[in-house]
């Protein structure tokens, strides 16, 4: 794989080395873990969905953490008393996660509800009103004014 040389673009850019930092980790190999599988889905123009699928795990098993744009999703089981059963085979993990999700400017979690095995996290993008784009007027009155007192000027 190629490795990309960003440092000319460190130098003529400001405030982008987080996205340099992305990029730069794009070609490392992923070191976290498939477990547990989940989708990510565009639910709106600015609505977006994290499903994870969390079988055996109930809502105060799980915590979800949200900061310095990062969403981090955990669940730990608790012990459970034997219940003298013996498992011929035991195909539902038991075992503790840890998921790191990395969240764009001013995205923010919404809510978070847990149904049949599936943990929807609901986000959503708020872009703030001074970065939206807007428009600006043209005064052409202004440009004719100063024209006017030219022609005044020279009458004189």
Known sequence: MRQFDFS???????????????????GQPEQAPAYP???????GETNYRITMAVAGFDETELSIESHAQVL???????????????YLYRGIAKRAFE????????????S???????????????IPEAMKPRRIAIDASAANQ??????QANAA
């Open 37 to 43: 599988p989940y989708n990510i889905e565009r639910t």
């Open 72 to 86: 981090i999703v955990k669940g730990e089981k608790a012990q459970e008393a034997e219940d003298g059963n013996e």
């Open 8 to 26: 000319p673009l460190y130098r003529s850019t400001v405030g982008f080395d987080r996205l340099f930092n992305l990029l730069d980790g794009v």
């Open 146 to 151: 100063q024209k006017a007192i030219e022609a």
């Open 99 to 110: 998921r790191r999700f990395q969240l764009a400017d001013h995205v923010e979690v919404q």
């Open 112 to 126: 978070a509800s847990l149904k049949n095995g599936l943990l929807h996290i609901d986000l959503l993008r708020n």
